[in-house]
């Protein structure tokens, strides 16, 4: 086996296969002295600066993060990756898998995500990771953690997620109009700068009514809400912007919320 590959093989043998291990049993759920509910969303690139500021929101020294990677099928290289972004940070890296076997994890759903300070969904396949939520429970579990104070957050299918409704590309042929959680009110388009379908459907959607006005986030750029206000607008990309999309008359207006950088 090549070194690469066995350095790979082992990390995740070692911190990301069983997150069941990751967490004590003697760690008692998040009761959270924290003000408000907190959700930071990106429209894509949910790296180093968007999880650094994640860690700030929990007011904790030392925070305690779980990235959950459902929507891309708890993929390894997401995994990896999750891990080098959170390396130089002060902070403990968790990972909680959805493709899971009773016979390697110990811990439920609800233990494991309720110790956290701070959640990160993964991108993805959003309605697949709706659905294995529901099945799950997942969904419910969230928003227990929510109403607790732990921090929410992701990128694309980590960021749609939370809202109402929005576009997907999770169905074949199309990006299509998908209803997710409804934790943030109105709709989300992510990527709105990165691919070329998202802008036209959005806006065309809202016109029609089919979708309500919400947020359009370009890659490098998010949000931050609390109790379902807009607190801060952020990216980490020059030119990477906000848009809050409505209908006016009979026109689709685009206000742009220009960001703060936070690199």
Excluded at 81 to 96: I, T
Excluded at 155 to 176: H, I, N, Q, Y
Aim: with cysteine; glycine share 8%; net charge negative.
């Amino acid at each position: 086996m090549k070194r690469r590959k066995f350095i790979v093989s082992s990390a995740l043998s070692s911190i990301a296969l069983n997150s069941g291990d990751l967490v004590s049993s003697d760690v008692d759920p998040v009761t959270t002295g924290a003000e408000g509910r907190k959700i930071l969303v990106a429209g894509g690139g949910f790296r180093e600066a968007f999880i650094r500021y994640m860690a700030e929101l929990t007011g904790k020294e030392k925070p305690r993060l779980c990235y959950l990677p459902t929507a891309s099928a708890d993929r390894p290289s997401g995994i990896i990756s999750w891990f080098q972004n959170c390396a130089n940070l002060n902070v403990v890296p968790f990972v909680q898998e959805s493709f899971i076997s009773s016979y390697r994890m110990d811990q439920s759903f609800e233990d494991v995500l309720l110790s956290m300070d701070g959640i990160v969904v993964s991108g993805g396949n959003t309605l697949n990771q709706q659905a294995i939520w529901k099945v799950q429970g997942i969904d419910v579990i969230l928003k227990e953690a929510w109403d607790r104070g732990i921090v929410l957050g992701g990128a694309s299918a980590g960021s749609l997620c939370w809202f109402e409704e929005g576009t997907t590309d999770s169905r074949p042929k199309e990006v299509t109009k998908i209803e997710c959680l409804g934790f943030l009110k109105g709709s989300h388009s992510p990527h709105y700068d990165a691919e070329a379908a998202r802008r036209p459907l959005y806006e065309r959607l809202i016109k029609s009514g089919e979708l309500m006005p919400g947020y359009a986030c370009d890659n490098d750029a998010g949000i931050y809400f609390e109790d379902n206000e807009v607190r801060r607008v952020v990216s980490t990309r020059a030119n990477a912007k906000v848009y809050y999309v409505s209908r006016v008359g009979d026109e689709v207006v685009e206000r742009v919320m220009e960001p703060e950088r936070i690199d």
